[in-house]
């Protein structure tokens, strides 16, 4: 597995208030399979492999970094793809929607089917039976959970943390579904405090956490800054994201490590981090997103997303 280099950041704000502030550049480790995605896939593809399976199916909403990082990954290691989408309305004109959804038209470049479902069928994804009568219309598969978290997940992203990583205070990382900052909270040292800000709303992400870890108290989460959820923005979240990227030249997607990095700012300002403190900001990817967002800015007449 490759690692990824860490980028000093450098802010009046920080300088200020005596906080030293690094990104580690996951977003930079491949350039399709980027961040978390790259880390999650890896044990997932080694074990299909293993037991001969040909076919991957997964989960995901119309924009999703894993449905696209999954296509690509199935490409270029020789797997077939299905992408169970959120939205059965994305079906009725596949055309129209390829057109206009640069997620969707990437992953069925690369050769993924889709299978849409409304949104009341989706909730049902985890059911036995809903899996099973995947299997009768595709055949077998290999299945990977929504965002490609599960145990083989974790492991992968126990691999972010490098030994070199240890003078770190805090390690900030944003959240989905819970599998990257469980591989963090299992690998960080124990001085170290794992803070994950959550980009959905809600608070049943820490029983899956826990069902992930070793059961440590070295972690928490913050839903302050998830900004409505998932997939939602405002003017304030797309200037802070363009000048931070004016201003450090690092990218951040609207959905994840925006999120992450408006919350990580706004507590320096707030002096929750101590003077002296240090903290490594892990960069989860997601940039291929930022096309489809600015896409639906561009609908309500909003700034754009520049980076």
């Known amino acids: 597995m490759s690692s990824s280099r860490n980028q000093l950041v450098s802010l009046k704000l920080l300088n200020e208030k005596g906080i030293r502030l690094v990104v580690k550049r996951e977003d930079e480790l491949h350039p399709i399979i980027s961040g978390n995605k790259y880390r999650k896939l890896k044990y997932n593809l080694l074990l299909a492999k293993d037991k001969g399976c040909g076919t991957l199916l997964s989960y995901g909403g119309a924009y999703s970094n894993h449905i696209s990082a999954l296509s690509y990954a199935g490409k270029i290691h020789g797997f077939k793809t299905i992408g169970v989408i959120r939205g059965d309305e994305l079906g009725i004109d596949l055309s129209t929607t390829l057109n206009t959804n640069p997620t969707l038209k990437f992953a069925y470049e690369n050769g993924m089917q889709f299978k849409f479902v409304s949104r009341a069928v989706y909730k049902r994804k985890t059911e036995q039976s809903f899996s099973a009568a995947l299997k009768d219309e595709f055949g077998d598969f290999y299945e990977i959970p929504e965002g490609g978290t599960n145990a083989l997940a974790v492991r992968g992203c126990e691999?972010?943390?490098?030994?070199?990583?240890?003078?770190?205070?805090?390690?900030?990382?944003?959240?989905?579904?819970?599998?990257?900052?469980?591989?963090?909270?299992n690998s960080a040292s124990d001085h170290q405090?794992?803070?994950?800000?959550?980009?959905?709303?809600?608070?049943?992400?820490?029983?899956?956490?826990?069902?992930?870890?070793?059961?440590?108290?070295?972690?928490?989460?913050?839903?302050?800054?998830?900004?409505?959820?998932?997939?939602?923005?405002?003017?304030?979240?797309?200037?802070?994201?363009?000048?931070?990227?004016?201003?450090?030249?690092?990218?951040?997607?609207?959905?994840?490590?925006?999120?992450?990095?408006?919350?990580?700012?706004?507590?320096?300002?707030?002096?929750?981090?101590?003077?002296?403190?240090?903290?490594?900001?892990?960069?989860?990817?997601?940039?291929?997103?930022?096309?489809?967002?600015?896409?639906?800015?561009?609908?309500?007449?909003?700034?754009?997303?520049?980076?």
């Open 193 to 307: 405090t794992i803070l994950g800000f959550q980009s959905l709303k809600g608070d049943f992400l820490e029983d899956i956490i826990d069902d992930s870890t070793m059961k440590r108290d070295n972690w928490s989460l913050n839903n302050e800054y998830h900004f409505g959820g998932y997939a939602k923005i405002n003017e304030i979240l797309i200037s802070f994201i363009n000048n931070f990227y004016q201003q450090t030249t690092i990218p951040l997607d609207p959905v994840y490590t925006g999120k992450m990095m408006f919350g990580i700012m706004d507590l320096v300002e707030k002096d929750f981090f101590k003077k002296n403190m240090s903290i490594l900001a892990i960069h989860t990817g997601g940039l291929q997103g930022i096309e489809g967002m600015n896409r639906q800015l561009l609908k309500k007449k909003l700034p754009l997303i520049s980076v």
């Open 159 to 185: 691999e972010i943390l490098l030994e070199s990583d240890n003078t770190y205070d805090y390690i900030c990382v944003s959240v989905g579904t819970g599998g990257t900052i469980s591989g963090l909270i």
